[in-house]
């Protein structure tokens, strides 16, 4: 069954807000089953939200997923031009107004004059409700085709996709196979394409596909075929077989991130960790505490930006920083030792690196990074990496190099350059 | 003028990719002074990439910016779908066919008969050379409207557009008026909206918009008109008198975010700044670090997750820690002078608090986070807040609002509740 996915904003159009929505929309559309024909951003001008509706009714997609236009102010026009486009007069749906305001109460404010108009919704239309803001989405039905507004604020489509809009598909298409998603960290996307197409290049109907979301990318291997509990073994023993090949780049399935996955190996294994962090200034520690229970095995991390601090917080000696310099194999082994015996933590990863763009030498160019190790009762280890890109990029890939490497230690492995 | 862009790929339709190009695309048509009402995507289908583009050339834009489907592979169908859609039969372009095998050679290697088609281009076509890879792109007007098509790689793309179109485009557009951005903190997208707009209610030829990147919101004030200087006047005026309406809730305009225009106040008065963070666990520190030369005045911060790291690194007494607990006032005014003084910075800001989902109390619930600043030569203050939310949007508030109090003491305001 044909979808398509429409995007309402001048933000979006203007290139002010990068459109994470479509993307997100089309894979979950793609993994319920759907073929996504069609992807489209329209601006906030009433006229051509209403033709493009009016284009996507006629259309042969059957199913039109649409994010945006339903916030408070002036320019959020998509409620109005679902009006129009279908004749479908906006009404006020009282039960609606009335969870608005209890948010608002809730924050002990009184509502804004405007977030009234959040409550208005196309006549016939069936409220999908937003667990996490004020806009509930709405779904409706024209010439055959099934239309679904949700608000363009990621997590809040997110919250309503997965609450409302998943459970009103499901029924309309048959899955056509069973999917499974491995995470894996430290391939390209052309080397893991490569790996796993040599792999399942003699397996009948599986269709492989990729999701690259900096600095993770996803394999998805999909099990085609009309049974779903054959396919879904069939999924099961391919994944598995992926796993085998692919070896520790393959972190987690589905929805665990990388700093997610190592924080549950150090808690079921019951270590601690602490962190000493320079270029990285505080990333790593930030991803490892996203998780709830985090302070189970994260007991802290130092942000040494400068020398002194260097030499205050962890006791990293002047006589290193003035015969190695901060970025070295010498002070990144200080770095860690410091952080771990500071609050005696089972181990301790340390990061000091040129970001970037300035900073750099000829000796040590911008990218250049070092990582240090430091375990209780085994000898304190220092690696060195070279990263390309720009300052955002060479951190992230600064902050993952340091959770491989905390994983490997976690797991009891011999260390290797990360 | 209108404008469109179109995105071509089974990859994009499947959410394999992020689409980054159409979002660059939009930016810079909007920079030239184009109005972009339309983005698209559509899969590798011949049937339906002919149809968009003869509904685009039916359409009222007068530009369409198209990237994807010109690699060598069997799914690449650009070329073949305009010379269909446009009746422009594909013809061989011998010099650039020369200029393909010529790169396969500098690579020491022949060239593969699929990179063949690369050379054929629809009849009347306008070559766009590729000056970093082997597909270029091509031009071609229909029925009063511009095309243009190059590679979906976004590098290659970004130099076809650099070198040929922007130049073809620029004397197409006059700039429609002038605007300003005003970026705030601290208002919801309603209330800033309902402030703005009362403020300009009687003020002619002026466009409101708004864009909202959690925790930042983006006032938008076009000045609409034909003469570029008087709308350039104008716009300034109309900023001046929003910044002055909604006092400091505005920090900056265009592109610097907050935590850069805090990070700019305090290399400016030349102050230098300590962390501590408890519950945001590094998200503070690691957004002051994301701009090049933070370490002016970033000292360096503690991530003290654990009560026994907040009295090893910072100094807590354990009596303080007992008889208060880690999320009070006293421990938050002992954090920030623990962070200020092992660094000797001017300033220090301590975050301790409850960001869920568990941990909360009757007394102390999720979202109860205290807030301590030091500063050197004055008496440690501290204030306490309770956010909604989730854990996510608990941390970003919290980094957020101690940014705020940072501000306020560089600036040396009176500390009020931030």
Partial sequence: MQAAVLSI??????????????GTLADRLTALGFEVVRMQTVDDDLGRIVATLRELAASPVRVVVSTGGLGPTSDDLTAAAVAEAFDAPLE??????????QIFASFGRPMPPNNEKQADVPRGATILPNPVGTAPGFSLERD??????????????????????????????????????????????SELAT???????????????????????????????????ECEERARALAQKAREALGDAVFGDETTSFP?????????RGLTLATAESC?????????????G????FLGGSVVYANRAKTAVLGVSPETLRAHGAVSHETAQAMAEGAREIVDADLAVSITGIAGPGGGSDEKPVGTVYFGLAARGR??????????????RIRTLAAYVALRLVKRAAEGEDLEAP
Same sequence: chains 1, 2.
């Fill in 379 to 392: 000898k304190t280890v220092s690696f060195h990496r070279r990263f390309r890109g720009d300052r955002e």
């Fill in 195 to 229: 790996r796993a197409e040599a792999l399942f290049a003699d397996v009948p109907d599986v269709t492989l596909g990729y999701r690259a979301s900096f600095p993770e990318i996803e394999l998805k291997i999909l099990a085609r075929g009309d049974d779903p509990r």
């Fill in 92 to 101: 006020r749906h009282e039960a609606t107004l009335a969870r608005i305001a």
């Fill in 9 to 22: 904003g001048t933000e979006l159009t203007r290139g002010e807000l990068f459109d994470t929505n479509a």
């Fill in 280 to 292: 990285t200034g505080g990333l790593l520690s930030a991803m490892l505490t996203e998780m709830p």
């Fill in 144 to 189: 055959g085709t099934l239309f679904f507004f949700m608000p363009g604020v990621p997590r809040e489509m997110d919250a309503i996709f997965e609450d409302s809009v998943k459970r009103a598909l499901g029924p309309l298409v048959r899955p056509s196979g069973h999917q499974i998603r491995l995470r894996t960290f430290g391939l390209t996307e």
């Fill in 294 to 297: 985090s302070s189970e095995y």
């Fill in 260 to 268: 997610a996955a190592v924080g549950e190996i150090l808690r079921r």
